[in-house]
Nanobody, 128 residues
Framework: QVQLVESGGGSVQTGGSLRLSCAAS????????MAWFRQAPGKERQGVAD????????DYADSVKGRFTISRDNSKNTVYLQMNSLKPEDTAMYYC?????????????????????WGQGTQVTVSS
């Protein structure tokens, strides 16, 4: 059974940094699209970044470009989200998502329906 387990969330002040991790286990292809989403209370789930695990190619939401970096360690089946220069508007529950066995769709990667597997989420809170 496939599982995605996020960790690394917490509370920081504006300008601080956090690194989220998503460890995948179960039946896993070697080429996958992995993504981070976030959802604030009362808002829709938003695609933050994605990475194609085979090549390392990435996409980012405009709101996080230059501040967040997605990366992967294929030997550990783990994807990371390094978040720097955090702002209060980054406050949300952050979710890891996976679409196994295929690359990311550059036109649809922000859509939650592209991903069959989800983690339970980790809370990020940024105070001003």
């Amino acid at each position: 059974q496939v599982q995605l387990v996020e960790s690394g969330g917490g509370s920081v002040q504006t300008g601080g940094s956090l690194r989220l991790s998503c460890a995948a286990s179960g039946y896993i292809y070697s080429t996958n699209c992995m993504a981070w989403f976030r959802q604030a209370p009362g808002k829709e789930r938003q695609g933050v970044a994605d990475i194609f695990t085979a090549s390392g190619s990435t996409d980012y939401a405009d709101s996080v470009k230059g501040r967040f970096t997605i990366s992967r360690d294929n030997s550990k089946n783990t994807v990371y989200l390094q978040m720097n220069s955090l702002k209060p508007e980054d406050t949300a529950m952050y979710y890891c998502a996976a679409a196994f066995g295929r690359p990311c769709n550059i036109f649809r990667w922000r859509s939650p329906t592209e991903y069959a597997y989800w983690g339970q989420g980790t809370q990020v809170t940024v105070s001003s």
